[in-house]
């Protein structure tokens, strides 16, 4: 009865446990959810819990019969699928008693129940999700319905009682720091001066500072410094207006933030984690649609055909010659524009030069180094030796072990002169353990001689300086580079990101040397951009020849990458027809 009481996935299982572990009376019990590579363990309650969260073991460990009969595991079955396992244990004492053959049918009696109990719990969550899914098309017909701004955001706000259950909700308008309270839930028309609303937009502005969704779950124990920074300015007013939770959602795009979405509530905690989810959905269609309404409020349809006119009567009163004249020209200046054409030019950003290949030499065993045999800049070839550690110790150990083969050796063959053949085998058994540990010694040793793992130039400054110091197994000692070829790191702007792509020249320039032009090419064009909005930018990587030196890791450079070319009218009119395109993809959104 206990594992029908709830719905929830963990506590169904969290139950299963408890109860099995209590009804056999075991030291610990644990829920394995079957996965791809194995059972993973999900829940753990009593003995090694600590040590059973996340751990991974195969199907055929995890429900073999224990001889001992100190574990039992079972699986559980869904549909005839097995989708998991209870897995109980008793103590290695050997006063602790075995499971006998009653206790695993009452354990599978109990996975039969669980199995049942998950497969409702499944059933109900997927009936939440599909319930949410519903909401959301109907708040994205019913916000997309309207470009009226006011009674677009009326319907808003009015639409997120469905979603969440608040005492009062609002939607607000920001601009140059102020907020301005344009719609409130269940009220037709909202009066901004009262000091309820100021107070209501102070708080809505803070909020749109943030720059994030804000959550204050209890006014009166904030559990992050975000919610005690809120308490400490609005205390007084969120007691006044009896607020005990609220949630803020800021109404941001690319362009900035252009309004609030807001909720208050005077119990704590008042909304669910599915519950924030829904309406941060409905923020952000609130956000597109507050721009789609704004552009609308905009279009100067009327103004412009009027201008047309009269630019149209102003050319014919201009004589028939000057006109076929201007004509002429214009047809002239349009050839030039549109024929003549030669590569366009991308602006690389912050532009930076780095090793073709970078490999750390790190120390294999702990040691203190005792020799550098390489400079900064030092050309070396892979497996070349580039620093000693001090080998004072390994060497006495090994000289040790070395000592007691050989007395170990000496012993089994006195022993075989004796005719002990128990001693004799004994004696050589010590010899061969000696000899094993003689081999590692002697890796050891090895190890002690940090060798390049490829070719290339030390690239760390002043590795001599280095003598005396204390290397962890695994530190880094120093980094080998190639530079006989340069990596040129840079950003494109992701307007131009388009243009560039691998193979393209690259043209650069450097303040050592002014004068001369080097020439790269494209090789990568990274897929995940830095920066938000207009200004992000993506980043790109090029190969430039550096066959005498001149150029070294960590310069910077001006660079601009050569790409297809363009017509002097196609520069002018390429970010105009990009804003249109735009301009007309809202548009049609609208419909």
Known sequence: MALFETLNQTAVVEAAINGAVELLEADGGSFWAAGDKGFVCQLARG??????????????????????????????????????????????????????????????????????ALYAAVRAESAQRNEGLALVLEMSREIGSSLDLDRMLRTTV????????????AVALYEAGHCDIRALAGV?????KTPEMM????????????????????????????????????????????????????????????????????????????????????ANQTTVAIRNAQLYARVPMAGTLTAFADKRQQLFAIPRRKRLLAASIAVLLLAGLTLIQWPFRVAAIHPTFQPMSRVELRALVPGIVEQVLVREGTAIEQGMPVARLRET???????????????????????????????????????????????????????????????????????????????????????????????????????????????AEVRLRIDAYPQRTFIGHVSAVGMVAAGEGRDAAFPVRAIVANDLGALKPGMPAQARVLTDPMSALGRMLRTPVRMLRLFWWRAWSWA
């Open 199 to 282: 107070d209501l937009a102070a708080r809505a502005a803070w909020a749109v500072g943030v720059g994030e969704q804000f959550y204050l779950s209890d006014r009166t124990e904030p559990g992050s410094d975000a919610e005690r920074i809120f308490v400490q300015i609005f205390g007084e007013d969120l007691a006044t207006a009896g607020v005990g939770s609220g949630l803020y959602l800021p109404l941001r795009d690319e362009e900035g933030a252009v309004g609030i979405l807001l909720f208050e509530a005077e119990r704590a905690d008042f909304a669910t984690d599915e519950q924030r989810e829904l309406v941060t959905i409905l």
């Open 158 to 169: 009015n639409l997120a009682t469905r979603a969440v259950d608040f005492d009062r909700g």
């Open 188 to 192: 037709d028309k909202v009066d901004v």
């Open 393 to 503: 110790e390994a060497r006495a150990e090994r000289d040790a072990l070395a000592a007691a083969l050989a007395a170990a050796e000496r012993s089994a063959a006195l022993a075989a002169s004796r005719r002990d053949p128990a001693q004799e085998r004994l004696q050589r058994l010590r010899a061969e353990s000696f000899r094993r540990e003689l081999g590692i010694h002697d890796e050891t040793l090895g190890l002690l001689v940090l060798r390049s793992p490829v070719s290339g130039i030390v690239l760390t400054a002043r590795p001599e300086e280095q003598v005396g110091r204390m290397l962890d197994a695994g530190e880094t000692f120093a980094l080998i580079g190639r530079t006989d070829s340069l990596e040129l790191e840079f950003a494109v702007n992701q307007q131009e990101v388009d243009r560039v792509t691998p193979g």
């Open 47 to 116: 003995t090694g819990q600590e040590k059973l969260s996340g751990s991974l073991l195969p199907e055929e460990k995890l429900l073999a019969v224990d001889p001992r009969g100190s574990v039992i595991a079972v699986p559980v079955t869904i549909g005839g699928s097995i989708v998991g396992a209870l897995r109980l244990t008793r103590g290695t004492a050997e006063a602790a008693p075995p499971f006998k053959q009653g206790d695993r049918e009452a354990l599978e009696d109990l996975t039969d129940s669980l199995g049942a």
